[in-house]
């Protein structure tokens, strides 16, 4: 195991971090901007560095000042939570380079990964369902507007290099296609520096489902069940449970096996998501993989009972899994919830500032809040809004619906508006409680008859 890692991130998986490497007796670099300066993570780890001014690009994007980092203070290894350099195989292949371990899988894995058009090809080779769309990139709008006659409407406009909701468009008619194509292209080439296009056929209404693995350097790759993200604004998941309940025990080891041959595809090693969609009949699709720990970790470990992090430590340090896919058994029912600084009855707009009085929920079995909050803390207006994530597991799904509700209504924040009031609603509709949902459910019908409260 290593003596002395350094954290690439900051928020509440820094934190999740330090205390997983603190527990396994691991020491901790913490690296932080100048607008973090009094963040609990730059508090937590034994050793901290600022390494540059608050925008992201010119710190926690900044691979020179990360690496000087690790080099000065002789870290043996980076982790990279998840954002901003998580997925960068750039950065992992410098780290390589300059002999620090990459806390996750190999720079040409990555790129393989990354790329959602090599990815699809990769899936097919390896027997795994993909959705029916392009062959490789999209040249042109002319191009665009064929094959999307040939697979027919509504189709799905994707980034190659995408993620995070970005560089996607939804087209449900031809007319619509030049516009979105030009928008979604913009887009890309200016968060991703690559506006490659590619075309799917969308399948709806769907289920996001995805599948955790673990791989080592020894080639044992195992998965640790299913994750339902189903519940989304915007593209991005709001609400996860695991398991699924529209996936039986003969679908989750299909799908499961699937997520293994998919890993097995790039020899994969570390911690990954295998990420599908699944329509109403229970034909499942590939859509594309994310190679780094997710936001919604917790839940599976809450189920399984697995540590994933420190399992990512443990393989990036050289030693074999220690786990059969026949140790994976599925406990329970897990639930989480992503507790942003936004408020919702202003279309959700970003709501930083300095938090007066914190109370996190906490007292009972089953209850785990992530985060990097504390009483006085000032929330900085320059990062994601995420500031929480409130974690359950019960005995079965109604206990952890029921355990949900009681958390969300005892969090406080005072003096900074959370989406807290809008999850506690979500995750007490009628369709919820009964798991009778899809993609489309929050966008389409929960919040054109939700009435905030102002």
């Not at 998986?13 to 997983?20: L, S």
């Amino acid at each position: 195991m290593f003596s002395k890692i350094l954290i690439a991130n900051r928020g509440e998986i820094a934190v999740r971090i330090i205390r997983a490497c603190r527990e396994l007796g691991v020491r901790t670099v913490a690296v932080y901007s100048e607008a973090d300066k009094n963040a609990l993570h730059a508090e937590l780890a034994d050793e901290a560095i600022c390494i540059g001014p608050a925008k992201a690009s010119d710190s926690y994007l900044n691979v020179q000042q990360i690496l000087s980092a690790a080099i000065v203070t002789k870290a043996e290894a980076i982790h990279p939570g998840f954002g901003f350099l998580s997925e960068n195989s750039r950065f992992a292949s410098m780290c390589e380079e300059c002999n620090i371990v990459f806390i996750g899988p190999k720079s040409k894995t990555i790129d393989d990964m990354g790329n959602k058009i090599n990815a699809r090809r990769l899936m097919i080779e390896a027997n795994v369902p993909v959705i029916p769309g392009s062959a490789g990139a999209v040249a042109d709008v002319e191009e665009a507007l064929t094959i999307a006659e040939e697979i027919g409407y509504p189709v799905m406009l994707k980034a190659a290099a995408g993620g995070g909701g970005k560089g996607i468009r939804k087209v449900l008619a031809k007319e619509e296609l030049p516009q979105h194509f030009s928008s979604a292209q913009q887009e890309a080439k200016a968060a991703f520096g690559n506006d490659d296009m590619y075309i799917e056929k969308i399948v709806y209404p769907a289920r996001h489902i995805e599948v955790q693995i673990l791989g080592d350097s020894f080639g044992n790759i195992i998965h640790l069940g299913e994750r339902d993200c189903s519940l989304q604004r915007n593209n991005q998941k709001v609400l996860e449970e695991s398991p699924s309940v529209v996936i039986s025990e003969e679908k989750r080891q299909e799908i499961g096996m699937a997520a293994v041959r998919a890993a097995q595809a790039v020899s994969y090693q570390n911690a990954g998501t295998i990420e599908f969609l699944m329509d109403e009949s229970g034909s499942f699709y590939f859509m594309e993989m994310n190679t780094r720990i997710q936001v919604e970790h917790p839940i599976t470990e809450m189920v399984t009972g697995v540590d994933l992090v420190k399992k990512q430590l443990e393989i990036a340090s050289g030693e074999e899994l220690g786990l059969k896919q026949e140790d994976i058994v599925l406990t329970g029912h897990a639930i989480e919830c992503r507790i942003n600084a936004e408020n919702p009855a202003f279309n959700f707009a970003p709501s930083p500032g300095k938090i007066h009085n914190l109370l996190l929920p906490s007292g009972g079995m089953g209850l785990r809040v992530d985060s990097a909050m504390y009483s006085g803390y000032t929330i900085p207006p320059y990062y994601d809004s995420m500031i929480a994530k409130v974690i359950v597991h019960g005995d079965n799904r109604f206990e952890a619906l029921m355990k949900m509700q009681r958390a969300l209504s005892e969090l406080v924040t005072d003096g900074v508006v959370t989406n807290a009031e809008f999850q506690l609603d979500l995750i007490s509709h009628p369709k919820v409680i009964a798991g009778d949902y899809s993609t489309a459910f929050l966008q389409e019908e929960f919040l054109p008859n939700w009435t905030p409260e102002v």
